[in-house]
């Protein structure tokens, strides 16, 4: 139907000041509360640390380009910002029109508003010019009455892939569905799109999360949550087999990340320009056919991308660079090697309570690594991959109150500290405090080496030993992912060397993943599965851990999230 021009300017317009008013008025933590109904207490909080309200969007249908920004200047909008291509909603209105995208240059605004604290806005405005009697007045019509594309939008505050994937985890889980994105190469930025839930408080349908950056590895994954098209009963019969066969490939997923890191793939591709298959191939001395066969599977993951010309790393596959800060090419090698074969086994651990890893190799694992220096090499250096959980800790209360105590300096005891990663990070965070590393004789050489070239390692004292050599009188105890890998009996032995060492002043901090007391999906669950497998161990409840600190005469203090659903418990002599 067609539409005159005084009534595009005053139906634009309005549009335009309800937009701008409810953008100035809006409150992060409480609008996410109205968008995803449930979210509360930390998660909310979580969340509103990760992302911020950014901008609400329209699509607009201006008879030229001066009349628009006309509409801007009468809602307060500046109207001299300029337009930049918008690729994600041109496509997505070629998509509903079924007109060639070509033909559809819609540009996008993002005129600054400024919300009730001061904070820098905007409103998303995309514009399609529609002159009077263009054979797109009809699509015109059709978008203002439907506003496909008004929505919300979030930015994502440090856009890292570890966030991006925890930010959609926590919006699917609330009820928001996938309904597409993209990568915008003109302000390299990448935006995901979800279906607002159903029972949201906001006159909104659709809710975006815009990341800086390219992270179209994370939107494929994304996209691939998108519900398939097609009738209701189609999608009823092929989503749960679909959903079926991905999960039963995911051995394949393990074995392609370590074939990866075993070929140094990531050592021979460029992040920036592609590489041939044929050039790739005879560098890490592949047959060209079967390469060809892992990288696009590898493509299909993310951890590399496909291209004109050819195939280059993206930040995930970046990781399993071995000269990458924080390679995780050792978890790879190590999950795609004994533990990948131990997993074969797990059917035996659920009949048996006893370790697959066991029942495989005959020993448990530390007695089996312990009698392989290169497998003992690996199991540290994979370990040293998950060094992210540490980054907050040389922060905590504990040790900040340690280090600027007067008097003496004050010691931190890292009990099977590894090579030295963690007390390292200490030490340098914290010049005035000295460490002692206590650790089987064969990793304290590694120790040393690591902590030598840090000007930490002279305040740092070697002890070789178990946990019953605990050495007493320090300050402050740290167990860092080592009661996970025990059972009960065995945690209580260990914490009653701990309390037995501890003066009354002292703090123990130990830092291992907890349990959700519901069925949230969590990092720890999985680890759960996986220490039952391989040590005999189990991650638990910081309500397990409590009672287990209480049988020894320790108290939990409380608990502080760290990163990779990780926490540093605080417990002190009862």
């Known amino acids: 139907m067609a539409t005159t021009t005084a009534n595009v300017v005053v139906d634009d317009a309005g549009r335009l000041s309800a937009t701008a008013g409810f953008v100035r008025e809006q409150d992060t933590s409480v609008l996410l509360s109205r968008v995803l109904p449930g979210l509360d207490g930390p998660e909310l909080r979580a969340l509103t640390d990760r992302c911020s309200f950014a901008h609400a969007a329209l699509l607009v249908f201006p008879p030229d380009e001066q009349t628009l920004r006309t509409e801007l200047a009468a809602c307060g909008?500046?109207?001299?910002?300029?337009?930049?291509?918008?690729?994600?909603?041109?496509?997505?209105?070629?998509?509903?029109?079924?007109?060639?995208?070509?033909?559809?240059?819609?540009?996008?605004?993002?005129?600054?508003v400024r919300g009730p604290a001061g904070e820098h806005r905007a409103v998303e405005v995309f514009a399609l010019t529609v002159p009077p009697g263009s054979g797109l007045s009809g699509i015109a019509a059709d978008e203002r009455g439907s506003d496909h594309e008004a929505?919300?939008?979030?930015?994502v505050t440090r856009p890292d892939p570890l966030v991006?994937?925890?930010?959609?985890?926590?919006?699917?889980?609330?009820?928001?569905?996938?309904?597409?994105?993209?990568?915008?190469?003109?302000?390299?930025?990448?935006?995901?799109?979800?279906?607002?839930?159903?029972?949201?408080?906001?006159?909104?349908?659709?809710?975006?999360?815009?990341?800086?950056?390219?992270?179209?590895?994370?939107?494929?994954?994304?996209?691939?949550?998108?519900?398939?098209a097609g009738p209701a009963r189609q999608r009823g019969e092929t989503q749960p087999t679909e959903t079926l066969l991905r999960l039963l490939t995911g051995a394949w997923t393990t074995q392609a990340l370590a074939a990866c890191a075993q070929?140094?793939?990531?050592?021979?591709?460029?992040?920036?320009?592609?590489?041939?298959?044929?050039?790739?191939?005879?560098?890490v001395d592949a047959d060209p056919q079967s390469l060809g066969t892992l990288l696009r599977y590898l493509a299909m993951l993310g951890v590399v991308s496909q291209g004109p010309d050819g195939f280059r790393l993206t930040d995930v596959g970046a990781l399993l660079d071995a000269g990458a800060p924080r390679s995780m090419?050792?978890?790879?090698?190590?999950?795609g090697g004994p533990f990948y074969q131990s997993f074969a086994h797990l059917a035996h651990a659920v009949r048996t309570g006893q370790p697959g890893f066991e029942h495989l190799y005959g020993e448990n694992h530390f007695d089996h690594f312990a009698r392989d220096p290169e497998l003992t090499a690996l199991f540290d250096q994979s370990m040293v991959s998950s060094a992210p959980i540490f980054d907050p800790l040389p922060a905590h209360p504990v040790l900040t109150a340690a280090a600027t105590a007067p008097g003496r300096p004050r010691t931190v005891v890292d009990i099977a500290g590894g090579t030295g990663e963690l007390l390292g990070r200490i030490l340098t965070a914290h010049p005035a405090l000295r460490g002692i590393l206590l650790e089987r004789p064969q990793v304290l050489e590694a120790a040393r080496a690591h902590l030598a070239a840090t000007e930490a390692g002279a305040r740092c004292e070697y002890r070789a030993g178990d946990f019953a050599d605990v050495p007493p009188g320090a300050d402050v105890y740290i167990l860092s992912r080592v009661l996970h890998d025990w059972d009960d009996d065995r945690c209580r032995a260990i914490l009653g060397h701990c309390a037995r060492a501890m003066p009354?002043?002292?703090?123990?901090?130990?830092?291992?993943?907890?349990?959700?007391?519901?069925?949230?999906?969590?990092?720890?669950?999985?680890?759960?599965?996986?220490?039952?497998?391989?040590?005999?161990?189990?991650?638990?409840?910081?309500?397990?851990?409590a009672r287990l600190l209480e049988e020894r005469g320790l108290v939990l203090v409380g608990h502080a999230p760290l990163a990779l659903g990780a926490h540093a418990l605080h417990a002190r002599r009862a």
């Not at 070929?263 to 560098?283: D, I, K, W």
């Not at 090419?329 to 999950?335: F, G, I, K, N, S």
Request: aromatic content about 6%.
């Open 164 to 228: 991006l994937r925890g930010l959609l985890e926590s919006f699917a889980q609330h009820g928001a569905a996938a309904d597409g994105g993209g990568y915008n190469p003109h302000e390299d930025g990448t935006v995901f799109y979800f279906t607002a839930p159903v029972g949201t408080k906001t006159p909104y349908g659709r809710v975006e999360l815009y990341a800086s950056g390219d992270h179209r590895d994370v939107l494929t994954e994304h996209l691939g949550r998108r519900p398939a």
């Open 329 to 335: 090419r050792p978890l790879a090698l190590m999950y």
């Open 263 to 283: 070929l140094r793939l990531p050592e021979a591709m460029n992040r920036q320009s592609g590489s041939g298959v044929p050039e790739l191939a005879r560098t």
């Open 151 to 155: 929505h919300l939008a979030f930015d």
């Open 504 to 545: 009354r002043h002292a703090d123990l901090l130990v830092v291992e993943r907890l349990l959700p007391t519901d069925d949230t999906p969590s990092l720890a669950t999985a680890w759960d599965l996986h220490m039952m497998c391989n040590t005999g161990g189990r991650e638990r409840t910081a309500d397990h851990y």
């Open 77 to 112: 909008l500046p109207a001299d910002a300029r337009p930049q291509p918008s690729v994600v909603v041109r496509e997505r209105l070629a998509a509903r029109c079924g007109r060639p995208a070509a033909d559809l240059d819609v540009r996008i605004l993002r005129p600054e």
